[in-house]
């Protein structure tokens, strides 16, 4: 039996009799072979291996159940291919280290999620390493690059749209870092569904929820300048922290948008020890709808986005892509409000 029909049996190749086939696979089980994925590489060019990276501390990717959901999508979609994942933490003391690996041929691809507007390099990696980004960049230099995403300014506008439509008038928000792309636009989306849903188009917003709303949301004249703002960095103690310096202007204060679950957790515990109650005094909507936003006290409304799917189809695009297969240069996944008690 000759070399090339042995390779095209290992190599899962239809192109073989079922004899011939058969009776390689006797020889494989008996010998005990197990194919040198290292001399494949050489020969194909291929490492056949995917990295996931998040530009993040160490605590903060173990924390954020907003991770553990995107490796769980990355993780399902690669398991009926022949790709394994790594997971690059990156370096807090040597952040090139990263990058130098990503650029060593060690791996076909990259999923870079969490990234920052200081993040230039991965957008660079673009011209010599696929690469697939959760969330758009923010780098003017990355807008060639592929993402995966979604409307974080549209779902934010509904948030506050739908807190109008519950009679609140006097909104505020806790921010994302204003260096990372949920940051920038669910603040904005926030300001814009505030300032649209006033006057008139409260009125219309309010109807489909609560019509007897309408006219304190109307009367309440909501502009998007009108939003107090504090910004948080997505973990709870920093929406603690936020909240408490939201509480301490002394302005009134009947409701808050939060740029992510983690952050409207600690914003709750805020509102708690200032005395106050969610939703009585303070209504809290978060974004993410994570693990812990149905389980919270009260229970948590909030933007769900589908993060395991986010994982996975990075993950399916960014193989597409060093296949050599044409994909869009962004995919936009849809998001709904849940609502729950804390609104």
């Known amino acids: 039996m000759s070399r090339a029909t042995v390779s095209r049996v290992v190599n899962g190749s239809p192109k073989v009799k079922p004899a ?30 995917i990295a996931l990276v998040v530009p993040e501390s160490v605590a903060r990717v173990f924390a954020d159940p907003f991770f553990a959901s995107i490796v769980q999508g990355v993780a399902l979609a690669l398991a009926p291919t022949d790709y394994t994942l790594t997971m690059l933490i990156e370096s807090e003391q040597d952040p090139g280290k990263t990058r130098r690996y990503l650029a060593g041929g060690n791996v076909d691809g990259a999923i870079v999620v969490s990234h920052h507007t200081g993040d230039h390099s991965f957008a660079e990696l673009n011209r010599s390493l696929p690469v697939v980004f959760g969330g758009r960049p923010l780098d003017a230099s990355a807008e060639s690059g592929y993402s995966v995403d979604v409307d974080n300014v549209g779902a934010a506008a509904d948030a506050a749209r739908h807190l109008i439509a519950r009679g609140r008038r006097h909104l505020a928000t806790i921010a994302g870092p204003q260096d990372m792309p949920p940051g920038v636009d ?15 188009g409260a009125s ?20 998007g300048a009108a939003v107090l703002v504090e910004y948080g960095d997505f973990s709870p103690a920093s929406g603690a922290a936020a909240m408490r310096r939201l509480l301490e202007r002394g302005e009134p204060i009947d409701a808050v948008f939060t740029a992510n679950d983690q952050m409207a957790l600690g914003a709750c515990t805020a509102i708690r020890d200032a005395g106050l109650t969610v939703p009585g005094d303070i209504a809290v909507v978060g974004f993410d709808d ?32 060093i296949e050599g297969e044409e994909v869009p240069r962004l995919t936009l996944l849809p998001t709904r409000l849940v609502v729950r008690a804390s609104s």
């Open 20 to 49: 011939a086939a058969e009776a390689v696979h006797a020889a494989i089980a008996e010998l005990g072979y197990v194919p040198n994925r290292a001399a494949r590489s050489l020969a194909s060019r291929r490492t056949q291996a």
């Open 186 to 200: 669910r603040l904005a989306g926030f300001r814009a569904g505030a300032g649209a849903a006033s006057g008139a």
């Open 204 to 223: 219309a917003a309010a109807g489909a929820e609560d019509a007897g709303a309408s006219a304190s949301a109307g009367a309440a004249g909501m502009s």
């Open 290 to 321: 994570d693990l812990s936003a149905a389980t919270a006290s009260p229970p948590l409304t909030t933007v769900h986005q589908p993060s395991v799917e986010m994982g996975a189809e990075m993950a399916r695009i960014l193989v597409r892509l």
